[in-house]
């Protein structure tokens, strides 16, 4: 034998009020905090039936919304003498995410791609900054290789130069000091 909607709902708001009037049971291990929860609440023994669709379970019902309505009232009643805070959903958790018109999308992303854009020539004109400090370096680098051969090979010339010069000095029958 079913309960119509309408006596469900009205079992309930009268378990809260009776519960706010005498207490909860202590016997009872787990009472819902929510609307919803109250909506999927089964309990025989108390006279609670589970109500399976939310269709008519609304606040802006027109037949039975006022009595929606006041159980939501005694539920938060209920919770607040409980010290429980009613559960959120999910959705409610989360950060929803705010409208933002189409010219106002438009001009974030422009300036976003403005930005960008900047960073893009910044690294660049790094990037050519690099490139020319490094074909100097490497200029400088082959001058001074030159330089230095040059010098190696004057060097050797002039080691060159000397032993020649001591050669002769030996032959004319000078000795070394």
Known sequence: ??????????????????????????????????????????????????????????????????????????????????????KKKEADQKKRRTYRPEATRRRLAESERDAALR??????????AARHDLELKTKKEKELKAIVLDLHATVKDRDDRIQFLLGRLRGAGLREV
């Open 1 to 86: 034998m079913g309960q119509s909607l309408s006596a469900r709902i009205t079992a309930r708001i009268d378990l809260i009020a009776r519960w706010l009037k005498k207490g909860v049971p202590p016997d009872l291990v787990k009472i819902p905090s929510t609307l919803n929860g109250w909506r999927e609440f089964h309990n025989p023994d108390l006279g609670i039936l589970r109500i399976g669709s939310k269709a008519g379970f609304t606040t802006t019902d027109p037949d039975l919304g006022s009595h929606v309505l006041r159980l939501q009232g005694l539920i938060a009643a209920l919770n607040d003498r409980m010290g429980v805070e009613a």
């Open 119 to 128: 960073d893009v020539r910044t690294v660049t004109g790094h990037w050519h």
